[in-house]
Nanobody, 121 residues
Framework: QVQLVESGGGLAQPGGSLRLSCAAS????????MGWYRQAPGKRLELVAR???????DYGSSAKGRFTVSRDNAKNTMYLQMNSLKTDDTAVYYC???????????????WGQGTQVTVTS
């Protein structure tokens, strides 16, 4: 069974940094794309950043210029380097991946359990 596990969340000050990780495990043929989403209290889920297996990236408007997404395909792991954090970045951050478990199987979406990021002075 495919599983996504996030780590690295926690407490940070405005202007500080955090680095999130998402590790995928299980029977995996490919992961494309892989991304970070977040949900703040009372708000809808929004894209933070996503990355394809070849390294191309897309960022949500709130993350552009401050966050950097990367991945290590050999480890099936994705990272989110979060710099210049703001209080508005406070949210639960979720890892998402589109995964094929066989070369010819249908693609399926998977979500991690989420990791809390809290930015406060």
């Amino acid at each position: 069974q495919v599983q996504l596990v996030e780590s690295g969340g926690g407490l940070a000050q405005p202007g500080g940094s955090l680095r999130l990780s998402c590790a995928a495990s299980g029977s995996i043929f490919s992961i494309d794309p892989m991304g970070w989403y977040r949900q703040a209290p009372g708000k809808r889920l929004e894209l933070v950043a996503r990355i394809a297996s070849g390294g191309s990236t897309d960022y949500g408007s709130s993350a552009k210029g401050r966050f950097t997404v990367s991945r290590d395909n050999a480890k099936n792991t994705m990272y989110l380097q979060m710099n210049s954090l703001k209080t508005d970045d406070t949210a639960v951050y979720y890892c998402h991946a589109v995964i094929a478990t066989t070369p010819t199987g249908d693609l399926a979406e998977y979500w991690g359990q989420g990791t809390q990021v809290t930015v406060t002075s």
